[in-house]
């Protein structure tokens, strides 16, 4: 299978970024300045993104509103057009998630359905519509300061709202923005034309804005609590074991995985996804068992180190009866790893609101 590149490659190149493979496309996970410099600039400032590698799937015609809420589990009727939703696909049978997805309601019968990388083809092949993801490259403005500093490029994408979505005009062509993100900062995500999207990204970073690759992108939904499909979301997980009932439109009628979900709902979820901070700097990984003295509680899903925290900390499935203040021991390669189990997110306005700040 061929990598995909995005439109931007060329100029991560020659800022010395350093590729992995994501989702089959060649990505920057980082670049000289490294992974916690660029979660700091994100936290504190600005930064940008390249989210080339989601997919867009659009969806068009008098139907298609009906197509994607027969589709998908969120109720697209709580929005309207110029909104964003974020939404789950399902499996039929178990209720599992086939991925988490952003809606952008770009015009009345016009829909930018953006799914993960690895499963655009999936997406498609429930919803319909063309893949147009090669026609454009999505930057991703984030931090305290983004709004600001992407004012200097563009005001009409900067002054969109949050979960807000907008065309404007940059440079004779047209783009779109959303008050999206995944970093648990305000920010903007633009899609840009691939053949101008170079000279955008150019034009960000030209007002101050720093290079973030998906190593920063990563630490920061972690700290944020917001979930990775294929950690903690994907094949035997539902959105009610996620904590993330709250994406599911119970009163919109019937949707893709209802009745199974519905099952789970009645019986009740045999595993809940917690928060898990460590006693030190160790980070916790995908797969360590966490253990309530002999008797296994459950899995990581994902750890990482928390620049901000300065802690090891984890996303976890554990037994439901396992609450927040609740001691742990998490088994990293044999050797016990201290613990307390929390609640989402640990970094983030939600998680100051909680703590009175």
């Known amino acids: 299978m061929t990598t995909q590149r995005s439109p931007l490659a060329a100029a991560h190149e020659s800022?010395?970024?350093?590729?992995?493979?994501?989702?089959?496309?060649?990505?920057?996970?980082?670049?000289?300045a490294g992974t916690v410099a660029e979660h700091r600039a994100c936290r504190s400032a600005a930064v940008a993104f390249d989210v080339s590698h989601l997919g867009t799937v659009r969806v068009e015609g008098r139907?298609?509103?009906?197509r994607l809420q027969r589709s998908l589990t969120n109720d697209l009727g709580r929005i309207g057009p110029g909104r964003a939703q974020y939404t789950h696909l399902l499996d039929d049978a178990d209720g599992s998630v086939i991925d988490d997805i952003i809606v952008w309601w770009v015009a009345p019968t016009r829909f930018d359905v953006m799914p993960?990388?690895?499963?655009?083809?999936s997406v498609r092949g429930a919803l319909g519509g063309p893949d147009v993801t090669h026609e454009r490259a999505v930057i991703a403005v984030q931090g305290p300061s983004a709004r600001q500093q992407l004012a200097s490029v563009s005001p009409a994408a900067a002054c969109v709202p949050r979960f807000?979505?907008?065309?404007?005009?940059w440079e004779g062509v047209e783009c779109v923005a959303a008050g999206t993100g995944y970093t648990g900062e305000d920010g903007v995500e633009c899609a840009v034309p691939a053949a101008r999207a170079e000279a955008f990204w150019w034009a960000v970073l030209e007002?101050?804005?720093?290079?973030?690759?998906?190593?920063?992108?990563?630490?920061?939904?972690?700290?944020?609590?917001?979930?990775?499909?294929?950690?903690?979301?994907?094949?035997?997980?539902?959105?009610?074991q996620a904590g993330l009932g709250w994406v599911v439109g119970w009163d919109k009628g019937p949707?893709?995985?209802?009745?199974?979900?519905?099952?789970?709902?009645?019986?009740?979820?045999?595993?809940?996804?917690?928060?898990?901070?460590?006693?030190?700097?160790?980070?916790?990984?995908?797969g360590n068992e966490v253990r309530g003295g002999d008797v296994v509680l459950g899995r990581v899903t994902s750890g990482n180190f928390s620049p901000v925290l300065e802690r090891g900390i984890a996303m976890a499935l554990l037994d439901p009866a396992v609450e927040p203040g609740s001691a742990v021991t998490i088994d990293v390669r044999g050797r016990p790893l201290g613990a307390s189990v929390v609640t989402l997110p640990f970094v983030g306005p939600r998680a100051a609101a909680r703590k009175g700040a």
Not at 116 to 121: D, H, P
Not at 164 to 169: K, L, S
């Open 15 to 32: 800022l010395g970024a350093r590729f992995v493979d994501f989702g089959g496309w060649a990505m920057p996970i980082s670049y000289p």
């Open 63 to 66: 139907d298609a509103f009906e």
């Open 164 to 169: 807000g979505v907008a065309t404007f005009a």
């Open 255 to 286: 949707f893709r995985g209802r009745q199974a979900l519905e099952a789970e709902r009645r019986r009740g979820i045999g595993r809940r996804l917690r928060g898990l901070v460590t006693e030190g700097r160790q980070p916790p990984r995908q």
């Open 207 to 240: 007002h101050g804005v720093v290079p973030a690759g998906l190593g920063a992108r990563d630490t920061l939904r972690l700290e944020a609590g917001l979930p990775l499909h294929g950690h903690e979301l994907g094949p035997g997980i539902t959105p009610l």
């Open 116 to 121: 993960n990388a690895s499963n655009t083809a």
